[in-house]
């Protein structure tokens, strides 16, 4: 199969010209669209990209498909759905290979003559295959390839990344006065304090720092003489970094900005024109395909995503695309597995947790001062309804109209007038989900057991169980009485993850699914399976029932696995949070220092500490 696909990119490479485009990714951590003043009148002046705007296309709709970096970036490498290969989860504990029949795309590019250069962020969950990168470190550049080489060369900055919100309070103390202005466009969904207005002010400060370190690079190619040689693309790895965006699928954590150059000699790739803007949807899912069509290589038949730009793509076509995926799963040790479809201007959102809110803990991103300010607002009573949303239990599905409501924050999943769009979206999601399939369906510690040799092929030899735990996870979706007959069948199933499905469905319910308390008794202290236990006492947890903490405990001790030890872990910190606010006082001595050397291990011990702070 690897050999058809080189003999692919060598042949393709022969029919086109010997003279190809250089292509330069400009890639910026952690910032959403809005932040820009290309895309939102309030947003950071940046003369260098907007002056790349002006010689080039604007993307209106530009979307990564997961808020978080190796996630993302995993996506852009590959093309391909990372809840489909594996690479869904951030921090990976284990990675994964490609796809059978797939390499990272560079690898296409060297095989066609182009000299590929990442400086110098890769962060893939992914295990490299061989030659993706002729240089790949903070050395790496584009000058040391041969002369007349084409060249595709990514230039990462990081200026923008959250760490740069981890500033002390001494730092807002010292410059509150002229961070902190009248009038900053704070997000609804944040109190509008003194601490929100000077992070604003202080994140569209960093963009402008990354706009004059953009353009420095840019002056090394017009000093190479290369602009004209040369597509560049902008873009954001994901959004952020405020609260309620990195690791979150709402748009904040998803729309990106995005901009490609129109060279004059290669204007004939691109359908548009300089300075325009286009409306259709694209997603990172994309830009492998679109970089591999630039260079005239045929596009691998494992990749997902499709090219908006080249010689096959038309305006028409390109400006009716209208759909974008998004996925979150893991962040640290943070557990949350949501799903949204976007069309046109609404937005379906799938949380299978939903009775653990937005706010669950994760000690990194707690390291920002707003969010701890944030969270202390909350539970002094200080807050809007609006904007105490992300600490409360949230709906199994959400519709949003991003016309009115562009924070997402009316959420129309029970309004009839909505009803026929909803029941559409979720077809349409779940029609997604099952045909990838989502290998999340599956518990990670399950994975790495079984699956992560091979993810792909193990989740098309399990693509029908797939679709049978989706449909078990969505009963949550019917009105109680009617999936409760089926919720008593599952939870009977021999099939130990239909039977977890069964319970977080239960769990969606709370207490109106009580009639099931009992049996969760049971199950908690004799199922075979660990993490059935486990969902069958978050149940309880979360039904306000006193002896799940003690259950709870218990089968983390049984824990056999890091991972395994970190999801149990997960709903013990979500129920700690929750209004039962229940205690762990034993989680430590629980787990002991059976995992401190493995992968799991730091996650495993953020949440430790967590659950060993005072309440």
């Avoid at 050397?597 to 967590?610: F, M």
């Amino acid at each position: 199969m690897k050999f058809l696909l080189l003999l692919l990119v060598l042949t393709t490479a022969k029919i086109h010209s010997a003279e190809r485009p250089n292509i330069v990714w400009l890639v910026s951590e952690d910032n959403a669209a809005r932040f820009l003043r290309l895309y939102d009148p309030k947003g950071a002046e940046l003369p260098h990209i907007e002056s790349l705007a002006k010689r080039g296309l604007t993307f209106d709709h530009a979307f990564s498909n997961a808020p978080v970096c190796s996630v993302a970036r995993s996506t852009l490498i590959s093309g391909c759905y990372a809840p489909r290969t594996g690479t869904q989860f951030h921090r990976r504990l284990v990675k994964v290979p490609p796809p059978a029949g797939l390499d990272l795309f560079p690898t296409y590019l060297r095989g066609a003559g182009y000299y590929c250069t990442n400086h110098s962020k890769e962060d893939y969950n992914y295990t490299k295959n061989n030659g993706v990168w002729d240089e790949s470190s903070r050395r790496a550049s584009y000058r040391n390839r041969k002369a007349d080489q084409p060249f595709f060369h990514v230039e990462n900055f990081a200026v923008t990344h959250e760490g740069a919100l981890h500033f002390k309070a001494k730092t807002f103390q010292s410059q509150r006065e002229q961070l902190t202005k009248e009038g900053t466009d704070v997000a609804p969904y944040l109190p509008d304090s003194p601490l929100a207005r000077f992070t604003h002010e202080w994140y569209l400060g960093r963009h402008r720092e990354l706009d004059k370190q953009i353009g420095k690079f840019l002056a090394g190619l017009e000093e190479d003489q290369l602009l004209e040689d040369t597509i560049i693309f902008y873009y954001g790895d994901h959004g952020g970094v405020l609260p309620r965006s990195k690791g979150y699928i709402y748009e904040s954590g998803l729309h990106v900005p995005l901009v490609v150059t129109v060279p004059d000699k290669w204007k004939h790739l691109f359908p548009g024109k300089p300075g325009e803007r286009i409306e259709g949807f694209v997603s990172f899912v994309d830009f492998a395909p679109t970089v591999l069509s630039l260079a005239g290589i045929g596009i691998p038949e494992p990749m997902d995503g499709q090219p908006f730009l080249g010689t096959s793509v038309t305006r028409s076509e390109l400006d009716a695309r209208n759909v974008t995926y998004g996925y979150a799963d893991r962040f640290d040790e943070k557990y949350d597995p949501v799903r949204s479809i976007r069309r046109d201007n609404f937005k379906y959102i799938r949380s299978y947790q939903p009775f653990n809110p937005d706010l669950a803990f994760n000690a990194y991103r707690y390291r920002q001062m707003l969010y701890r300010e944030w969270k202390d607002q909350f539970h002094a009573g200080d807050l809007t309804a609006k904007q105490s949303q992300f600490f409360q239990p949230r709906a199994a599905e959400a519709l949003y109209d991003l016309d009115s409501d562009p924070h997402e924050l009316v959420n129309l999943a029970a309004d009839p007038s909505f009803r026929s769009t909803l029941l559409t979206m979720r077809a349409d999601l779940q029609k997604w989900v099952k045909g990838l399939p989502d290998l999340s369906f599956y518990p990670e510690s399950a994975l790495i057991e079984s699956a992560w040799k091979n993810p792909v092929s193990y989740g098309r030899e399990h693509q029908n169980d797939i679709a049978e735990l989706v449909d078990t996870a969505d009963l949550a979706l019917l009105p109680y009485k009617e999936a409760a007959p089926m919720l008593r069948i599952a939870l009977q199933s021999e099939n130990p993850w239909k039977r977890y499905w069964a319970w977080i469905a239960c769990s969606s319910f709370g207490k109106q699914a009580a009639e099931f308390t009992d049996t969760a008794r049971t199950t908690a202290a004799s199922d075979g399976n660990n993490l059935v236990r486990m969902r069958a006492a978050e149940f309880l947890g979360v039904c306000g029932e006193e002896q799940a903490a003690l259950l709870l405990t218990g089968i983390l001790k049984d824990s056999s696995t890091g991972p395994e030890a970190l999801l149990i872990l997960n709903t013990m910190s979500a129920l700690h949070d929750g209004p039962h606010a229940c205690q762990f006082p034993k989680a430590k001595a629980a787990v002991g220092q059976r995992f401190k050397n493995q992968p799991a291990g730091s996650l495993i011990a953020d949440r430790l500490t967590y659950l060993a702070a005072k309440p």
